[in-house]
């Protein structure tokens, strides 16, 4: 709650600074990095559990959502994630797209058109959007999907986005023993056990792309 | 009580897709019945926009904005990614015409109540109804 200029001269690794679109296009740009990376790995643990399309999925959606936000004018934050969101819904072409597409998008929507925004107010807007996923899905915690990392990321934002990027990568590894009670790996039942969730994974990748993001600058 | 309501068809497969319409469309009977107006415009959008298995908004999007001619569109769709595709359109976007609607019903049996309906003049609400219904159809 400190005053604006006190706060853009905050030490890099506190979040008390603000953030513009500019910061935003970094994130996404990171995290689709992080995606490419990792996209054998994700499609690996999709082919334990899922339909071993996952990595793939996403390699096509936030390579679709980088080129848009390089074409496209995005001036706020809101902006940007709006954009992503339409982009990964229309494009990854599995269910990883409608969720992650309404997790930027109603997190974007939240975020309204301010020019900058403040680490708790993201941290505000992404719960509105973790809550939407959940609604859209039907999941809960422990279910074994995204909302293992997601949701103890959001938690911990408050504290720093570092903290919060930890959070989501203990909760995608707590995915390792759970039961999955959603999607196809449902089916599996008990067979699920034993394997790390790929969407949780994932989510670990996004949040810890946001804390790079923040470390960059 | 001219415009039908438009059927919209979404599957992983584009196969199913147009293979359900057709199915629902025969099954109506293209008569129409009381109403006199011709079949409900039925479209499909199966899979992905490459040809592969999954969803895409896009064909989606297509299919709905094609049938719609003003009295509301009943989206049915098959799981997964297809169901939560059309949720999200529908929650998050603006993508999908005014009076488009999921409706809550087994794909198969769902379309050609779906279709039979609007194509005997029901309005949204009776055209969701009857595919819900087809749930309570038991067959044993």
Redesign the interface.
């Known amino acids: 709650m400190g005053r604006a200029g006190a706060d853009r001269r905050a030490p890099v690794g506190t979040v008390s600074r603000v953030m513009d679109a500019d910061f935003f296009r970094r994130w996404m740009e990171l995290a689709a990095a992080a995606v490419e990376r990792e996209a054998d790995r994700l499609t690996e643990l999709d082919s334990a559990i899922g339909d071993a399309d996952h990595g793939s999925n996403l390699q096509r959606g936030f390579a679709a959502l980088v080129a848009a936000l390089d074409k496209e004018e995005t001036a706020t934050p809101g902006a940007v994630l709006v954009l992503a969101g339409r982009q990964l819904i229309s494009t990854v072409g599995g269910a990883s797209g409608p969720l992650y597409g309404t997790l930027m998008r109603r997190a974007g929507k939240t975020l309204g058109d301010a020019a900058e925004v403040t680490p708790a107010q993201l941290a505000e807007a992404l719960r509105a959007g973790v809550t939407a996923v959940a609604g859209l899905g039907g999941a809960k915690a422990g279910d074994k999907t995204m909302l293992d990392a997601l949701e103890p990321a959001v938690d911990a934002l408050g504290e720093s986005f570092a903290a919060a990027a930890q959070a989501a990568e203990r909760g995608a590894l707590a995915t390792v023993p759970m039961r999955a009670r959603k999607g196809r790996a449902s089916y599996l039942g008990e067979r699920s056990v034993g394997h790390q969730d790929p969407g949780a994974t994932s989510s670990a990748l996004l949040i810890a792309a946001l804390a790079e993001a923040e470390a960059a600058r | 009580m001219s415009a039908r309501v438009g059927i919209v068809l979404v599957s992983h497969s584009a196969a199913v897709a147009a293979s359900v319409a057709d199915m629902a469309r025969a099954l109506a009977g293209g008569g129409g019945g009381a109403g006199g107006g011709g079949s409900a415009p039925v479209a499909a959008a199966g899979g ?1 926009a490459d040809g ?1 298995f ?5 064909l989606i999007t297509e299919a709905a904005t094609s049938v719609d001619g003003g009295a509301g569109v009943a989206v049915l769709a098959d799981l ?2 297809a169901v ?2 059309v ?3 529908l ?3 603006d993508e999908l015409p005014a009076g488009t609607r999921l409706v809550d019903a087994p794909f198969v049996e769902g379309a050609v109540a779906a279709v039979v309906t609007a194509s005997a003049g029901g309005d949204l609400d009776a055209v969701a109804a009857a595919a819900s219904e087809a749930y309570s159809y038991r067959k044993e």
């Not at chain 2, 999954?54 to 896009?58: F, K, L």
């Open positions: 992905t592969g999954g969803t895409s908004a896009e997964g990614s939560l595709t949720k999200a359109l929650a998050e976007g």
